[in-house]
């Protein structure tokens, strides 16, 4: 039995169908948990997407059982999954290159607490950014990718963050394509903040792309990362205009203010457990 007292999430989705609302409040209630919160949304192809915050004392084993025994033949039980997470601030590594923009903007957030996470550690190829990080108290490890193959490097990594044992890992501008095995560790759980708003721009220098282009936007997308360069599915994006006055290094600063501000949002939906992946798309509740 795994009894705990606290707040909890309960995630659901499956395909759509009649009374699945209602079987979930029912149980609950049996429970005897209390409802703080609930959202709900039904893609145009029919899949139900549900996030319920509740509280009280219960057993998670039982309640996840229930949940997925009771429900009626109709609602094709065995196509509908739950999940519950208690209401807690995740853990996270986060990855950095050289540029500071973001690495700041969240070192700032955790120092004051609004990050809705554990920081327990930043790992960088370059020691540039060490002397920042350790002004807030955190781990920095410094894993130079100079003489090793980009397999080498990643291993490495890997067992610096095997110490850590994160639920997330974060992109904080990582300027190195992960590899599959490496992305296979953390699948639906590596973060990233690409400087552009995808699909416009991928790879390299986008604010050079942007500006020979002559765009009048530009913008920044926080993404889950999978095995396809920068087509992970999109948790969060964000533009500004800009107009034929900008260069490209002008475009790069203001879109560093878009990028920071973009992962960190990105984080709190995801870290607050809002962020369904349906295919190559999100669903956020």
Request: one cysteine or more.
């Amino acid at each position: 039995m795994n009894t705990s007292s606290t707040k909890h999430i309960l995630l659901m989705d499956g395909p759509d169908s009649k009374g699945l609302i209602y079987h979930v409040m029912g149980v609950l209630l049996r429970h005897n948990l209390n409802v703080i919160h609930n959202d709900e949304y039904v893609t145009p192809d029919g899949r139900f997407f549900m996030r319920t915050e509740f509280e009280g004392t219960l057993d998670t084993d039982a309640l996840l059982t229930e949940l997925q025994t009771t429900l009626p033949d109709w609602a094709n039980p065995l196509a509908i999954r739950f999940r519950l997470n208690p209401k807690q601030k995740k853990n996270i590594v986060v990855m950095v290159t050289k540029e500071h923009h973001c690495l700041g903007e969240l070192l700032i957030r955790y120092a004051f607490d609004e990050l809705d996470a554990n920081m327990l550690a930043v790992v960088s190829n370059y020691n540039t950014l060490q002397p920042l990080v350790s002004k807030f108290g955190v781990p920095f490890h410094y894993i130079s990718h100079e003489g090793k193959t980009r397999e080498e490097h990643e291993d490495a990594i890997l067992k610096t963050l095997s110490g850590y044992e994160p639920e997330y890992v974060v992109l904080a501008k990582y300027m190195r394509v992960l590899t599959a095995d490496f992305v296979n560790h953390f699948p639906n759980r590596i973060i990233n903040i690409h400087h552009s708003f995808l699909p416009a721009f991928v790879g390299a220098n986008p604010y050079r792309q942007a500006f020979e282009r002559g765009v009048k936007i530009i913008g920044a997308t926080a993404h889950y990362v999978n095995n396809e360069l920068d087509e992970g599915p999109i948790i969060a994006q964000s533009v500004i205009e800009v107009n034929h006055r900008y260069t490209a290094a002008d475009m790069a600063t203001e879109g560093h203010e878009v990028e920071k501000q973009v992962l960190a949002r990105a984080m709190k939906l995801v870290f607050s457990d809002r962020v369904f992946i349906y295919g190559s798309r999100t669903v956020v509740l």
